[in-house]
């Protein structure tokens, strides 16, 4: 981007354009912000290994398979 161009200037070229195109930008640079946002809170399926592991260390997992089958 040309670095004489700053907010002010690009609202003032927003301000000429006609509702649906203000709109279109609108939706364009949510879905640029998001995207944004997505890479930044990524989790690795691996990161979370073993969570919940605690809730399970006394249970029969054969036991709880078969009387969750029985249904």
């Given amino acids: 981007m040309n ?8 609202l003032l ?3 000429r354009l006609d509702k ?7 939706e364009k640079l949510a879905l640029l912000i998001r ?8 989790t690795k399926l691996t990161s979370i290994s073993g969570v919940g ?6 249970t029969d997992i054969d036991g ?3 009387q969750e089958r029985q249904w």
Avoid at 3 to 10: K, P, Q
Avoid at 35 to 42: A, I, L, V
Avoid at 53 to 58: C, E, F, H, P, T
């Fill in 35 to 42: 995207k944004s946002e997505r890479k930044e809170n990524k």
């Fill in 20 to 26: 649906e195109d203000q709109l279109n930008l609108l």
């Fill in 13 to 15: 070229q927003v301000k």
């Fill in 53 to 58: 592991s605690s809730l399970w260390s006394n």
């Fill in 64 to 66: 709880y398979v078969d």
């Fill in 3 to 10: 670095a004489d161009l700053n907010v002010n200037d690009i």
